[in-house]
């Protein structure tokens, strides 16, 4: 059993920007593996550090298509993007709250993996919208903050009762 939990808005730890990681080992690989646990048992299918309470740079994905494996990505960063899609997203750090939001198409990211190598990745489809979305949790961005202004407006009622029901039963640190 993880000793992670998810934490949800509003959360400090989700509008930080998330710390490099500087070593790979086992603690880390212990982490992603926490995290990746804690995805499943929520239905996600991608997860960042910060969602756990820990302003790391380590987010985990797997999108559950068959061609395609599962990824601990460290230090991602986006080096291209192509085309651009809207597409309906939610969040398990902001649960039963969804909007549409554009995203790049496809995407070219550079990252370490769980075995301290770089790598880089070319994904597209809901691949990539994962990653960016993820991603965006490294850096203290909440996919509500990507939407259009009518939408947004719709969706305040939701986000303040989300902010209020949130009476410090998960603690700042994810623990």
Same mark, same amino acid.
């Given at each position: 059993?993880?000793?992670?939990? &998810?934490?949800?808005?509003? $959360?400090?730890?989700? %509008?930080?920007?998330?710390? *490099?990681? #500087?070593?790979?080992?086992?603690?880390?690989?212990? @982490?992603?593996?926490? @995290?990746? #646990? =804690? @995805?499943?048992?929520? $239905?996600?299918?991608?997860?960042?550090?910060?969602?756990? !309470?820990?302003?790391?740079?380590?987010?985990?994905?797997?999108? /559950?298509?068959?061609?395609?494996? +599962?990824?601990?990505?460290?230090?991602? %960063?986006?080096?291209?993007?192509?085309?651009?899609?809207? $597409?309906?997203? !939610?969040?398990?750090?902001?649960?039963?709250?969804?909007?549409?939001?554009? %995203? $790049?198409?496809?995407?070219?990211?550079?990252?370490?993996?769980?075995?301290?190598?770089?790598?880089?990745?070319? *994904?597209?489809?809901?691949? *990539?919208?994962? =990653?960016?979305?993820? @991603?965006?949790? &490294?850096?203290?961005? &909440?996919?509500?903050?990507?939407?259009?202004?009518?939408?947004?407006?719709?969706?305040?009622?939701?986000?303040?009762?989300?902010?209020?029901?949130?009476?410090?039963? +998960? %603690?700042?640190? !994810? /623990?």
């Amino acid at each position: 059993m993880s000793k992670l939990q &998810l934490v949800t808005y509003p $959360a400090s730890v989700l %509008r930080k920007q998330a710390s *490099a990681v #500087e070593n790979v080992d086992g603690e880390l690989i212990k @982490m992603a593996d926490e @995290m990746f #646990e =804690i @995805m499943y048992e929520n $239905a996600g299918i991608g997860l960042a550090a910060p969602q756990v !309470g820990l302003s790391n740079q380590v987010l985990v994905i797997d999108v /559950r298509q068959d061609d395609l494996p +599962t990824y601990v990505l460290i230090n991602p %960063r986006v080096i291209k993007r192509e085309g651009e899609v809207e $597409a309906e997203e !939610g969040c398990l750090s902001l649960p039963e709250i969804f909007g549409e939001v554009k %995203r $790049a198409e496809r995407v070219q990211v550079r990252y370490v993996d769980q075995n301290g190598e770089e790598q880089t990745l070319e *994904a597209e489809g809901l691949l *990539a919208r994962a =990653i960016q979305h993820e @991603m965006d949790h &490294l850096n203290g961005v &909440l996919f509500i903050d990507r939407l259009g202004e009518t939408r947004r407006r719709l969706l305040d009622q939701q986000i303040r009762a989300l902010a209020e029901s949130s009476d410090g039963k +998960t %603690r700042e640190d !994810g /623990r």
